[in-house]
């Protein structure tokens, strides 16, 4: 019995919204990000619409250069409440097609309908629905993959975007993948694909004739994920959202940065916040981690696991800061920060891995934050996001 998997992202989604909100930007190409200032602004474009997108602009493009590629284009800041709003909304209307729906970023998520496919007369009045809903209730437009498991259904919800939908049938995994790049492979970044470039190999199909044994013995544990990715095997389920695990803090800056000062402040507030957060959860963690995502976009994480449970403010900046160092020793330029505990002492079971579910500690970490600006003020408990000015 195979399973039934959507993965729907909606279309230039921050753009979308602004679209929808301002008739006048409709039709036109809207950027979202920072200001262009002329030409001279600094920072990236958050995302653009399709209209946009004509002229070569994208999401983390600088800022400056879209503004070249495309100077009559309608420049905005982005509003992340609002977007996070219509997420919120766009999460109601997913819900009404299955219970078991995983989150995996403001816009987008995965449904696991293998159960609900009788209730809406087979998959593909499902699919159809799942779009008329979003359209109806929301009026932004989604594109949509179906297949057997969770990977080919978001390489497949990306192929025909705006407003697509493609299905990947049972026995269809390897025909599906074979031409397609291997830049598809979740996981697989410049390095990757330079390394299987060399060796000749360009396409998904050309990944999964290869031996899973070979593949072991030039990528490690990611040759074996690779080999069976490629192969169209993807056994994860769709998890909703259990008791949480993990719990975090990050920060995008506008601009990358090598600023030792700045970035160490950066940690520290982090680590302050985080910790004022778990201590109002009453929280605590064993493991205490860093997030570091470069100017390439390259993402890495450290961490640090003790034998006690911990939430002090101190220990957790001095040990956020010491990962820092040791990890940075090259100063790289940075992009974005993040620090966060995990093996919580709540609940039991599985430890996820930290900042492996982003989506299910933003969520909890919403709630608890409105909880805390009900009490305490807005200002008090302003989260890092994505548009945040960094300083
Ligand atoms: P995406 O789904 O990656 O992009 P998108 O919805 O704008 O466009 P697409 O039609 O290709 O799906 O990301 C969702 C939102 O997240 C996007 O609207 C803006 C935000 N975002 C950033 O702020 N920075 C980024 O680098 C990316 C990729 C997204
Ligand atoms: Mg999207």
Redo the contacts with the bound molecule.
């Keep these: 019995m195979h399973r039934t998997i959507l993965h729907v992202?909606?279309?230039?989604?921050?753009?979308?919204?602004e679209q929808l909100d301002n008739p006048r930007y409709r039709g036109k190409p809207v950027i979202?990000?920072a200001d262009p200032k002329g030409g001279t602004g600094r920072g990236?474009?958050?995302?653009?619409s399709?209209e946009a997108r004509k002229y070569g602009v994208?999401?983390?493009l600088p800022i400056s250069q879209a503004y070249r590629r495309c100077p009559h284009g309608v420049y905005v800041r982005?509003r992340m409440q609002r977007?996070s709003e219509v997420s919120g909304q766009l999460m109601d209307v997913l819900r009404e097609f299955t219970p078991i729906i995983q989150k995996i970023?403001?816009?987008?998520a995965f449904l696991d309908v293998t159960k609900s496919l009788g209730l809406f007369g087979g998959i593909d009045a499902l699919a159809k629905s799942v779009k008329d809903q979003i359209k109806n209730e929301l009026h932004l437009t989604a594109?949509v993959g179906v297949a057997p498991n969770k990977f080919l259904a978001k390489i497949a919800s990306?192929l025909q975007?705006?407003d697509g939908l493609v299905m990947v049938q049972p026995g269809m995994e390897k025909v599906f993948l074979k031409d397609l790049a291997i830049s598809k492979l979740w996981g697989v970044g410049k390095k990757t694909e330079a390394a299987l470039s060399d060796i000749g190999i360009a396409t998904i199909g050309q990944i999964a004739e290869l031996s899973e044994q070979e593949l072991g013995k030039k990528f490690g544990k990611w040759g074996h994920a690779l080999w069976k990715l490629s192969n169209g095997i993807d056994n994860r389920p769709v998890e909703p959202w259990g008791p949480q695990k993990s719990i975090s803090q990050e920060r995008?800056f506008y601009e990358d940065t090598d600023d030792q000062e700045l970035i160490e402040k950066t940690l520290l507030k982090l680590a302050e916040s985080l910790t004022a957060m778990m201590r109002k959860g009453q929280l605590k963690g064993r493991t205490i981690a860093l997030k570091v995502r470069f100017e390439d976009?390259s993402t890495f994480t450290r961490s640090k696991t003790f034998d006690d449970f911990i939430d002090s403010t101190q220990i957790i900046k001095g040990v956020a800061i010491s990962l820092y160092r040791n990890f940075n020793k090259e100063n790289k330029k940075v992009r974005l920060l993040g620090v966060g505990v995990s093996q919580l002492n709540t609940g039991e079971g599985e430890q996820l891995g930290l900042f492996e579910q982003e989506s299910l500690t933003n969520i909890k970490l919403t709630k608890l934050l409105d909880s805390l600006s009900s009490k305490f003020g807005e200002n008090v408990v302003k989260r890092a996001s994505?548009?945040d000015d960094p300083k």
């Excluded at 990236?44 to 653009?48: G, I, L």
């Excluded at 970023?105 to 987008?108: A, G, L, M």
Aim: proline fraction near 3%.
């Design positions: 992202d909606m279309d230039a989604f921050f753009a979308a919204i979202v990000g990236v474009v958050a995302t653009a399709y994208h999401s983390a982005g977007y970023s403001v816009d987008e594109s990306d975007k705006p995008t976009f994505l548009l």
